[in-house]
């Protein structure tokens, strides 16, 4: 096992990760920008290196810096956290070079998830069902008629050269594809002066649901559920739970299976996840994050799993000690990001902590690095807590939710807590009722 | 926003009013108007884990909270990495205490990732004093030596 | 924001009576004029959920932080209960502001558990002021009426 | 279920039963000294009434107050909380004969467990172990011998008129037990000019470990498995753990059946401990707390059942939804009991917290009342914060609790952090093996 982790980030997760560290033996190094001197997980590390100034590109994607802190320190992993270097192949060969460890997959595996295009078709070759469609360009209303009956209704026709939603069109059945594709034929041909159109499946109303994986390389693989993240604004989730309402348990073990099969086959080494649109059923994918999640924390309520921990162990060469069958889903878990933004014109609002109370109590847990007196830089993005709440049931999770944001008390600055404590009374949330564009309507005042 | 403008005498006066009575904050209210001054983060940013010792000492510098502390004069360390004051092990240090230099001047060599990062001199000037040791692992913005 | 002004004195005197009393805070409010000052960890006092307005209203008298709130001459609940101010429904009330009441005089009464306490007037005096209203429950502590 | 309960208690365990309140959709109303007008659950609550000055004689054991706030503020149940009038059967029976419901056993349960003779016979009646001995004096050595031969060695032999380990003699086998017969006589008779003595099983280094039982008074009846209390000083638990390292499943399974049948048996409704010493596989009954317990966080998070959640929906007279079948014990959870109390001297330390900050992360709980800028009153105990700390192992839940201890914040006043620190290095509990003197040893300096 290592002896010494550098850990490449900041704020929840940098703290996140020198839990684990500390829980397993190992000494942590942080590293920071100048704008990061005093916080929570610099003040706990064992050692910290300044290593830039505050903007990100000087300091925490500052990969000369990293490696010359961990060099400097002696440490033996780097753990690259979520966003900023997590996902950075190069950055990942070069610790490798320096005799380091990578906490993460391979440089390959990274290489391949970051690459849409390569992505998707690696996800069809093993096996993991991607939104069909028509290979290129749809030449004839026979064609399309064809298309549409192997994608499957509703399809969408789009021109190849389009954009805005022009020489686009949605064809629900058999009777309307033929017209809709001359539609969209014309159309494209109009606005873009040049009729082609492809085909792919139409998704009216997804969810963002989400596969939590974990395999050491060496043949061990398995999934701690999904996670639902339809909530989201801008592409940013606001709120996740874990199981997804919308899954029964049947539709949970296939889609675990089949990632599972797919990530041994891959070869794939550490913590991962796959995201999926899903409707009706069925489940499409969208990408593959070669990381560990802000949303992790919910998928470690309900399986008592500690990724980080996994994660660390995976990276240090030793093979997962748990198996599918050791996984049992208990109760369930929702995890609220607490932002720094005005909750109504989301408004990032960085500035003096005067006052800091996290709630407490069964079923409640605080990821954050905030504290009485510290100052939240500008400089970064605006997550200052993570408040994790889980219950034996999906009722008493959204009970003691409600409860534990009454408890929560943040002065000085702005957050988004209000607008949480709005959102988990609404009754579509309430009812588990939601898709990936049910927030952005809820925020429009228009649920 | 225009009709929203600060009284900023008030703001003095009740600023005068916090030193005069060593108070920390004074909030006060009259119908729709609220004004609250406090002289108070101080005392709070305690309320975290005092910081443990760092491999590398917080230099001020690397401590926006007090960057008074760099003396004036002084050159910090650009880059993370290894500090000499030879350009190579056995030679004559490249300046010392009292030494006159001029601008682009080499001063030290910085090792980061085994490639040797000369600093020059940012003026001309005379070497007051060297904070550090050859071979001492220095962070960004540490200071490293002062020139006058 | 011309209206607006601050009491400067009233600040030194609340600063003053911190001193005195050891407090660390001092909140004051009267009609839509509020006053607040803190010293040290006064401030801090605002990290615990603000407080929920109880069933009935805490009165200084209850909050320790703040006893110089309780009216000079006031006659506070000595139980926990429903107060009436007469001796039964209906009945003319035992005092009125203006009275003569002599030292031991029934002034209120307290039902608590079923059971009738007469309150007596502590000493002898003129009833400046009633703070409660017939049937009302009242806490420990709670002011009831001034005598003076 | 009911609309608003009456919480006559003070501290964490009042904020603790608010949140239980809270999430069940209940109204709270809290009883309060003057001492505690500031305190966090009076802060929390719907309604809060004064109820006397900070004497607890005057407050919180001012029955006809409690009452009386209870009456104008329309609750109708009322929970004790731990201590204060928790155990006592008069005021149960007041508050029934209010019209309002006791969250807690019958008042008859609390007399009968109260009466610490009534207590022995009763339990040994339902078939629970108590320490065996002889019935009143023995009057010759052949009788010794019997009696011996009956209670199993070692033996004590004991005068009855007597005290201070004079006239006390402990007997390891046959061959020892005549002669100690007579020397303890003689010793009896020498002292206390009375030989008169009696018998009983010696127990030399005993473990506390009791069981956590709850029962609807229906017929329905579980136990969440045992607590190891043994690390106390003066008779006051610091630590406690569950499961306790001494026992197997075995045992555990056989005297969890055995209380919860003898629950069953007796009618019992509400939460409920039964303490025992445990000693070379025995078990010996010492008594029964007929309430909810300081440390019952730690059965809550190897189980997932939320007692006080659970004890409310039985006053209300729901039967319980949980069989023992229903209940699997899940990793381990250790509780510190932090006292604001100087950690060598034990000087109680009241006063102005300056600072507060509790840890967070994954598998740590903090069940606390203060805040930054609050005042701990000098008039009562000086139990401030419980830190309950999960782990999937008992090694990693140690791990996770030294972490945690590390981000503990409370400055102002002195706590027992320290010597939780000092405790949790110590080797013999690294290796779970200490009895009930253990504590008084480690911080005499003499383990």
């Known amino acids: ?64 810096a990293i490696l010359s802190a961990a060099t400097i320190t002696g440490a033996d992993a780097i753990h690259p956290g979520v966003g900023f270097l997590s996902e950075n192949a190069d950055f990942a060969s070069m610790v490798e070079e320096h005799g380091m460890v990578f906490i993460g997959p391979s440089p390959e595996h990274i290489s391949i998830m970051g690459d ?89 109303r997804p969810r963002h649901i989400e596969v939590q994986l974990l395999a050491d390389g060496q043949g061990g693989a398995i999934h701690l559920g999904e996670r639902d993240c339809s909530l989201q604004r801008r592409h940013q989730k606001l709120l996740e739970e874990a199981l997804s309402p919308a899954l029964n348990a049947a539709e949970r073990e296939a889609i675990g299976k089949r990632v599972t099969d797919a990530m041994r086959d891959l070869g794939y080494r550490s913590a991962g996840t796959i995201e999926f649109l899903y409707e009706d059923g069925e489940f499409f994918f969208i990408e593959m994050n070669t990381r560990l999640q802000v949303e992790h924390p919910i998928s470690e309520a309900i399986t008592g799993v500690d990724l980080v921990r996994e994660q660390i162990r995976v990276a240090a060469g030793l093979p997962l000690d748990l198996e599918q069958s050791d996984i049992s889903f208990s109760g369930h878990a929702i995890e609220c990001r607490i932002n720094a933004e005005n909750p109504e014109t989301f408004m990032p609002s960085p500035g003096l902590v005067t006052d800091y109370h996290a709630p407490g109590g069964l079923g409640v847990r605080v990821d954050s690095g905030l504290y009485a007196g510290y100052r939240i830089p500008s400089t970064y993005d605006s997550l200052i807590a993570k408040l994790i709440v889980h219950g034996q049931t999906r009722n008493e999770c959204l009970m003691r939710l409600r409860r534990a944001l009454e408890e929560f008390v943040i002065v000085g600055v702005d957050t988004s807590i209000p607008l949480h404590q709005r959102l988990i009374g609404a009754q579509d949330f309430i009812n588990g009722d939601y898709d990936i564009h049910w927030l952005e309507k809820f925020v429009a005042g228009q649920t | 926003m225009a009709k929203f403008d600060v009284n900023e ?140």
Chains 1, 4 share one sequence.
């Open chain 1, 1 to 64: 096992m290592f002896d010494k982790i550098l850990i490449a980030n900041r704020g929840e997760i940098a703290l996140r990760i020198h839990r684990a560290c500390r829980e397993m033996g190992i000494q942590t190094v942080a590293v920071h920008s100048t704008a990061d001197a005093d916080a929570m997980h610099v003040r706990l590390a064992d050692e910290s290196v300044c290593i830039g100034p505050a903007p990100s590109r000087d300091s925490y994607l500052n990969i000369p």
């Open chain 1, 116 to 204: 849409k295009v390569v992505a998707k078709k690696t996800a069809q070759d093993l096996g993991i069902p991607v939104v069909p469609g028509s290979d290129g360009a749809v030449t004839s209303a026979e064609e399309a008629r064809a298309t549409a009956d192997a994608v499957g209704y509703p399809v969408l026709i789009k021109a190849s050269a389009g954009g805005g939603g022009r020489g686009m069109k949605v064809a629900n059945n058999n009777a309307e594809v033929e017209d809709a594709y001359r539609l969209a034929r014309s159309e494209a041909k109009a606005a873009f002066g040049n009729d082609e159109v492809y085909m792919e499946r139409y998704l009216s």
């Open chain 2, 9 to 148: 005498e008030l703001v003095r006066k009740l600023a005068d009013l916090l030193e005069e009575t060593g108070l920390n904050e004074i909030e006060y209210e009259v119908d729709n108007h609220r004004i609250r001054v406090a002289k108070s983060a101080g005392i709070t940013t305690v309320a975290a884990p005092a910081a443990v010792a760092p491999c590398i000492p917080h230099t001020p510098a690397s401590a926006p909270g007090a960057p008074e502390a760099v003396p004036a004069g002084a050159v910090t360390a650009p880059m993370v990495g290894t500090v000499y004051v030879a350009s190579e092990p056995g030679a004559a240090p490249l300046v010392k205490v009292g030494d006159a230099v001029t601008e682009g001047q080499v001063l030290l060599i910085i090792e980061a990732m085994k490639v040797m990062n000369p600093l020059a001199s940012p003026r001309a000037g005379t070497i007051k004093q060297i904070m550090i040791t050859d071979g001492q692992p220095v962070e960004y913005g540490e200071p490293l030596l002062v020139i006058e």
